[in-house]
């Protein structure tokens, strides 16, 4: 009997549906109301709305970064917000809550204060195609397992040895000499540069992307199959992976051919490196290894597992090689569009290591360049205009509190539910003329000499904070610091292309940023 009416109704979807629905966001709406009161949150003072209930904002986004608008418009979004002043604002992506912050008080929960609260959540599923299971994917003891593998490849003895970085440089000199002062690109140089580099520090061997017909390699020094794409399909692929995230839930929608492709050729590189490592036997391992830690080499005595192995590689050679590149892109975009500036690093340089011919190669140390002020000064500025990671996000582990954003002047803790992620932009932070002054949007190394530059806190954020914080951060500085100076020594001209006046540039913003079109300069 009583079966008989729960079918009958069951049936009867029209009337079962609207209930449940309705029932549903009752429950919300009471959870919501209950968890406010008992973690003392307060509704968020902005909030802003696409009118699509979130259906028309990740298209928008999508556009953005296509035009390589991405992390401009992340800027403009918190310009229009009820409250401008208050640089926190939830929002709908397909009718799904997400936040949005740029205050440093909350990245700084985010981040190191409130870590265990927030994980990097569905990171995982977004980048598992070509990522799988390696320090930027997961959390936990997968993490911690990872990081600590890693550790002791950036211990002082391995990242102080800039000698190991002059050969490369060599080759890259000569790919600009062959240009004979006229116009090239020199974003795509620094991206064989740096997987050159990172290539040999990491596995051991470098692929030699630089070595090339064009300067009289005719044929590579190791050959693969997978070697010759890779920079491409490397690239591809990590821009999929940035669309994925934008999906957020939908991101298996972003699945297509050119994406399995790619990331097929971004995996036959890296088992390349896994085959040879696990060629090599026990006593060439022990026996490589006294001339310093070189992670694959590492990772093989611990594990044999092709696929945990190759995942580990990939996962480095993310962090390690276009964040370095886009670095020094940046970096020579503005030099070259500021000769007073390029001068004045011109003088620091040669008063210390000299210039032309009468450079002092050894005296270009570890600690030698970290004593270029003005060095240290222009690559600080870089990242502050061109954070290699513009944006990230968080997702939380459980029903939590951000320290502000709520309330009618945002002081106020503002409630994050389980499972709901918060966006944070390090691109727009980096912009606020709070922090920065008026003068924010300028290219200007001589503010990092300034007292309220010095003490910024959480409102200078380019290698991330608390546990997670980038393991590379000294490695990166000392490599780019090493190419700047050795480029300034070899090539006093430095000059944008002409015809190129646009500015500020467009920016390519997948999972770390670089320019979205060529670099074009000429160099003598
Ligand atoms: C300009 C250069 C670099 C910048 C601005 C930079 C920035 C960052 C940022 C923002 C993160 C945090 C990502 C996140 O938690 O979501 C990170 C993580 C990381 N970086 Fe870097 N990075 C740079 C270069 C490098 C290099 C050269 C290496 C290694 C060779 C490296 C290794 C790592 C690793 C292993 C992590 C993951 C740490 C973890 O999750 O525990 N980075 N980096
Ligand atoms: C590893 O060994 C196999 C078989 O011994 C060989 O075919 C392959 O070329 C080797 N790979 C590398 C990268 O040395
Ligand atoms: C660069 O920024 C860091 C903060 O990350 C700061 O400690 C350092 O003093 C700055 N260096 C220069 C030369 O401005
Ligand atoms: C990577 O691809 C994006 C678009 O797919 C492009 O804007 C960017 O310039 C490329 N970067 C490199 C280094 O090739």
Known sequence: MTTDIITQYATKWYIVLPILIIGYNLYSYANRRYLLRKLGAKEYANIEHDGWCGFRLPFIILEKKKEGLLSEYGSERYKFITNPHIHTFTFLIFNLPLVNTIDPENIKAILATQFNDFALGK?????????????????????????AMLRPQFSRDQVAHVQALEPHVQILAQHIRKNKGQLFDLQELFFRFTVDSATEFLFGESVGSLKDASIGYPTPDIDFDGRTGFANAFNVSQNYLASRSVLQDLYFLINDRKFRDSTKAVHKFADYYVQKALNTSQDELDKRSLGGYIF???????????????DQLLNILVAGRDTTAGLL???FYEMSRNAQIWNKLKEEIYERFGSGDESDLESITFEALKKCEYLKAVLNETLRLYPSVPQNFRVATKDTTLPRGGGPDGLDPVLVQKGQSVMYSVYSLHRLEEYYGKDADLFRPERWFEPETRKLGWA??????????????????????????????????????????EYPPKISAQLTACLQYENLVSMS
């Open 460 to 501: 200078y954020l380019p290698f991330n904070g608390g546990p997670r914080i980038c393991l590379g951060q000294q490695f990166a500085l000392t490599e780019a610091s090493y190419v700047v100076a050795r480029l300034v020594q070899l090539f006093p001209n430095l000059h944008a292309s002409p015809s190129d006046t």
């Open 123 to 147: 990171r995982h599923k977004y980048f598992y195609p070509l990522l799988g299971d390696g320090i930027f994917t997961l959390d936990g003891e997968g993490w911690k397992h990872s990081r």
């Open 296 to 310: 694959l080499y590492e990772l093989v005595k611990e594990t044999r597992d092709p696929r945990v192995l190759r």
């Open 329 to 331: 892109s940046f970096a």
